[in-house]
């Protein structure tokens, strides 16, 4: 029988990234909906790792199996590195994504330096207390418009280096092969299959 993960995110993009790259462990892939967990999770961290971290501890102490938490943000070189692990609240709380995309835009109108990079922080917290992380990276420019219907967050205005298309453009199995969340989650992935083998990692 196979052992229950569940996903510490309500993000239903994230959710249907993380089940298809997961998919090919030998593990059920459960969501907080499914086990009737209706939580918000204060993300206090200052990096990457500290919220990732408390979202995986959180939800793993509440469901009783391991979680699988990610805390991932847009750094971009001409804002000193924000938005950072504020990306999804930049410009404000209340902002669709293609708001929060356009205020990205409109705070770079008179630079040039686009280049950018998203970040992905995996982390699993099981029940004994054991945590495993891991980090994924994708880098890339900030166009000068939103491109592409696909992904979400600001994938529209992201793109990726190697590509003449946005992430939001990339097909569903491309951006899995690049994003920072898919490089993230295959490192992860290893980590789990070392683990699952009693190896030391």
Same mark, same amino acid.
């Given at each position: 029988?196979?052992?229950?993960?569940?996903?510490?995110?309500?993000?239903?993009?994230?959710?249907?990234?993380?089940?298809?790259?997961?998919?090919?462990?030998?593990?059920?892939?459960?969501?907080?909906?499914?086990?009737?967990?209706?939580?918000?999770?204060?993300?206090?961290?200052?990096?990457?790792?500290?919220?990732?971290?408390?979202?995986?501890?959180?939800?793993?102490?509440?469901?009783?199996?391991?979680?699988?938490?990610?805390?991932?943000?847009?750094?971009?070189?001409? +804002?000193?590195?924000?938005?950072?692990?504020?990306?999804?609240?930049?410009?404000?709380?209340?902002?669709?994504?293609?708001?929060?995309?356009?205020?990205?835009?409109?705070?770079?109108?008179?630079?040039?330096?686009?280049?950018?990079?998203?970040?992905?922080?995996?982390?699993?917290?099981?029940?004994?207390?054991?945590? +495993?992380?891991?980090?994924?990276?994708?880098?890339?420019?900030?166009?000068?418009?939103?491109?592409?219907?696909?992904?979400?967050?600001?994938?529209?205005?992201?793109?990726?280096?190697?590509?003449?298309?946005?992430?939001?453009?990339?097909?569903?199995?491309?951006?899995?092969?690049?994003?920072?969340?898919?490089?993230?989650?295959?490192?992860?992935?290893?980590?789990?299959?070392?683990?699952?083998?009693?190896?030391?990692?």
């Amino acid at each position: 029988m196979k052992q229950k993960y569940v996903l510490a995110t309500a993000n239903p993009g994230k959710i249907k990234e993380m089940r298809e790259i997961l998919s090919k462990l030998d593990i059920d892939v459960v969501t907080r909906d499914d086990l009737g967990i209706d939580i918000d999770i204060e993300e206090s961290g200052t990096t990457f790792l500290e919220n990732s971290t408390i979202k995986a501890e959180a939800i793993c102490k509440l469901a009783g199996i391991p979680a699988i938490a990610d805390d991932s943000g847009l750094i971009v070189d001409a +804002l000193n590195g924000e938005p950072g692990v504020y990306s999804s609240s930049f410009g404000g709380d209340n902002l669709t994504a293609y708001e929060r995309c356009d205020f990205l835009l409109n705070k770079m109108v008179k630079t040039e330096q686009r280049k950018a990079k998203f970040v992905c922080t995996i982390v699993c917290a099981f029940p004994d207390g054991e945590l +495993l992380a891991a980090t994924g990276e994708c880098n890339g420019i900030i166009t000068d418009k939103p491109a592409g219907d696909g992904g979400f967050g600001y994938d529209p205005v992201f793109q990726p280096d190697g590509y003449e298309k946005t992430m939001a453009q990339l097909t569903t199995d491309e951006k899995n092969r690049i994003s920072h969340r898919g490089k993230a989650l295959q490192n992860f992935s290893e980590l789990l299959r070392y683990r699952k083998a009693g190896k030391s990692i």
